[in-house]
C-alpha cells in the first residue's frame, strides 16, 4: 500500500451562465415569441423560474375599481377554485403565457419546467457548451420533446437560438386553486414591476 500514488483528477470548469438569469429569461421569451413581461426569477412549487404574464386591463381596471389587491397567501387562493364562491372571487388579471427554467444542466432545467405545463407553455434556456454534448443528443432532445418542453440555447450577449419549440397544442386545464394562486403572484410582481 505503500507504493500507491494518487493521480489528480482533470479540473473541469464549472458551466457558467452567458448572462444573468433574468436577461436570459428576457431574450428566451423574445426567442420564443411569448408576449408579456417576464417576471424575476422566483421560487415556485420548489423549483426556480421566471413566469412570462400578460396583464388583462379590463379586469385590473375592475380589480382598481372594487379595491381587489393581489392576494398571495396560498390558503385563501385554494378556496377561490371551489364552486361555492363561484361568482365571488376576483377574477384573474393576468394571464400566464409561460414558464421559463434557466439552468446550468439540462436535467436540472426540465425538473422546473415540466411541473408548469399544466397551466402554460413551457421551455428552459441552457448555455450552449451543455447544448453542444452528445448527452445532450441522445437523453435531452428526446425528453424535451416528449414532454412539449421548448429548448433555448444561450451565448454570451445574451444572445438565444430556438433549438426546440415547445408543444403549440394544450387542452386546457381546469382551472384549480393553484393556477389561481400562480396568477395572483404573477399580477403581484406585474404591479410591482410597474412602480
Given at each position: 500500500m ?14 457558467e ?11 428566451a ?24 404574464a400578460?396583464?388583462?386591463p379590463d379586469v385590473?381596471a375592475?380589480r ?8 398571495v397567501d396560498?390558503a ?8 361555492e ?20 444542466h439540462?436535467?436540472?432545467g ?9 397551466w402554460?407553455?413551457a421551455a ?10 452528445n ?15 421548448g ?14 419549440p415547445?408543444?403549440a397544442e ?26
Amino acid at each position: 500500500m505503500d507504493n500507491l500514488t494518487a493521480v489528480p483528477s482533470p479540473l473541469v470548469p464549472p458551466v457558467e451562465l452567458a448572462a444573468e438569469v433574468d436577461e436570459l429569461a428576457a431574450a428566451a421569451a423574445r426567442g420564443l415569441g411569448w408576449q408579456g413581461v417576464v417576471l424575476p426569477e422566483m421560487k415556485l412549487l420548489g423549483r426556480r423560474i421566471n413566469l412570462v404574464a400578460q396583464l388583462l386591463p379590463d379586469v385590473h381596471a375592475e380589480r382598481i375599481c372594487l379595491g381587489q389587491e393581489p392576494e398571495v397567501d396560498r390558503a385563501t387562493v385554494s378556496t377561490w377554485a371551489w364552486s361555492e364562491f363561484a361568482g365571488r372571487v376576483p377574477e384573474p388579471a393576468v394571464r400566464i403565457v409561460g414558464a421559463l427554467a434557466v439552468a446550468r444542466h439540462w436535467r436540472t432545467g426540465l425538473v422546473n419546467a415540466v411541473p408548469f405545463l399544466r397551466w402554460c407553455d413551457a421551455a428552459m434556456v441552457l448555455p450552449m457548451s451543455v447544448v453542444l454534448t452528445n448527452d445532450y443528443l441522445v437523453n435531452c432532445l428526446p425528453r424535451a420533446r416528449a414532454y412539449g418542453v421548448g429548448i433555448v440555447s444561450s451565448v454570451p450577449g445574451p444572445e438565444v437560438d430556438l433549438d426546440l419549440p415547445g408543444r403549440a397544442e394544450r387542452a386546457p386545464a381546469a382551472v384549480d386553486g393553484t393556477q389561481r394562486w400562480l396568477t395572483e403572484l404573477a399580477y403581484e410582481q406585474i404591479l410591482a414591476t410597474a412602480s
